[in-house]
Every structure is written in C-alpha cells, then in structure tokens.
T-cell receptor
Framework: GESVGLHLPTLSVQEGDNSIINCAYS??????FIWYKQESGKGPQFIIDIRSNMDKRQGQRVTVLLNKTVKHLSLQIAATQPGDSAVYFC????????????WGAGTKLIIKP | DTGVSQDPRHKITKRGQNVTFRCDPI?????LYWYRQTLGQGPEFLTY????????KSRLLSDRFSAERPKGSFSTLEIQRTEQRDSAMYRC??????????????FGPGTRLTVT
C-alpha cells in the first residue's frame, strides 16, 4: 500500500553544521509533499512544501529536494541551531485527494553543542 | 491566541467509560481534521470535515468513535466504551479549502488520553 517513511530514526548534528533529513515515499502518483517540525509537547508545525512539478524549493535556512525518479524527498537545514531540535515528519498527498496527507514516522534531530 | 485550540489537554479515564474532546479551529478555516498520534509516529488520519459535512472517515476507525461539527465551527470527537489501546494523543488540525498552492494544516496542542 501507500507509505511514507524515513531512513533514520535519529540524527545527531553538530551545531552550525548542515542537517539532511531523508524521506522515501512509495506512491508515484503523489503530487504534493510537505515537511513538518514537531517540538516536544507541541503539535506539528509547517516548515516547507513542494509540488511534484518541482525538484527544489528553498525557504529560510531550509531546502527541500524532490527526486521523483527514486521517490525520495529530503530536507536540508543550513547552519543548524539548538532550536532546530525536534522530530521531523514528511507527508505526501495523493493526486486523487485534495486534502488527505499521509504521514511517515519521524526523524529526531539532535543538535550537539 | 488565534491558533487551533483543544480541550481538555489531558484526560484520564477508566476502561469502558465514554470521553469527548473538543476542537476549536482557526476561525476562517472551513476544513477540520482529527488525527491520532503515538510517540515517534506521524499523525494517523481519523476523519475530516468540510464546513459541517463529515466527508471522510478512516476505515481504521472503530464504530466506537464518532465526530461532529454541527455548525461548521468547533468539532467534538467522542470515544465510547474506551479501551486501553485508545490511549494516544488526539490532535485536531484545520486548513483553508484547497484552491491555493498549499495544503498546509495547522495543528492544535492535542488532547492526551490515558485509559486505565
């Protein structure tokens, strides 16, 4: 069935370095992808999204890359800060839906001082 | 605070009891979603409303679960005859109707249910 998953459950990064969080998806018909950040005790918060007709999208300190050939999504965080510590989720939306996001398991990002 | 709010934040109940949770979405949002989330996992879709109409309900959702959004504003999620496996964080999210470039959903703080 459809699934979205993350390669690594935990990622430790030195403060100031760049972080790369990866996500694999299985539904080649998905047309929209989104990254959320969830801090401890809080609900998920939107980071950045990308449509399937794009390969790359940049935000403030974050970049999302989409490789449709291998059905892979990544989130790059530049100059990682302590406030980036959180669990990161990717989610996808199938082309046949106009609302439902399918979520994968999270990756916990740990920032080392 | 104009974000999504949920009440209560925590609920402890005994197995077999009924519980009801409330969600107040962002006021101009006409879409409302209920999710269940367990530790380390992404939110699991439960049901979705567009205005007052419940348009989708997860096949995984037991008949013990019911949700309403009577006036197209706040919503309630009721779990009848709770079981220990119902223990989880129940999150509500809201969004504007699609038509723009984003399907971003805004999440509330959640209601943590513990069934003893």
């Amino acid at each position: 069935g459809e699934s979205v998953g993350l390669h690594l459950p935990t990622l430790s990064v030195q403060e100031g370095d760049n972080s790369i969080i990866n996500c694999a998806y299985s539904n080649s018909a998905s047309d929209y992808f989104i990254w959320y950040k969830q801090e401890s005790g809080k609900g998920p918060q939107f980071i950045i999204d990308i449509r399937s007709n794009m390969d790359k999208r940049q935000g403030q300190r974050v970049t999302v890359l989409l490789n449709k050939t291998v059905k892979h999504l990544s989130l790059q965080i530049a100059a990682t800060q302590p406030g980036d510590s959180a669990v990161y989720f990717c989610a996808e939306k199938g082309a046949d839906s106009n609302y439902q996001l399918i979520w994968g398991a999270g990756t916990k990002l740990i920032i080392k001082p | 605070d104009t974000g999504v709010s949920q009440d209560p934040r925590h609920k402890i109940t005994k197995r077999g009891q009924n519980v009801t949770f409330r969600c107040d979405p962002i006021s101009e949002h006409n879409r409302l979603y209920w999710y269940r989330q367990t530790l380390g996992q992404g939110p699991e879709f439960l049901t979705y409303f567009q205005n007052e109409a419940q348009l989708e309900k997860s096949r995984l959702l037991s008949d013990r679960f019911s949700a309403e959004r009577p006036k197209g504003s706040f919503s309630t999620l009721e779990i009848q005859r709770t079981e220990q496996r119902d223990s989880a964080m129940y999150r509500c999210a809201s969004s504007l109707m699609a038509g723009g470039p984003t399907y971003e959903q805004y999440f509330g703080p959640g209601t943590r249910l513990t069934v003893t």
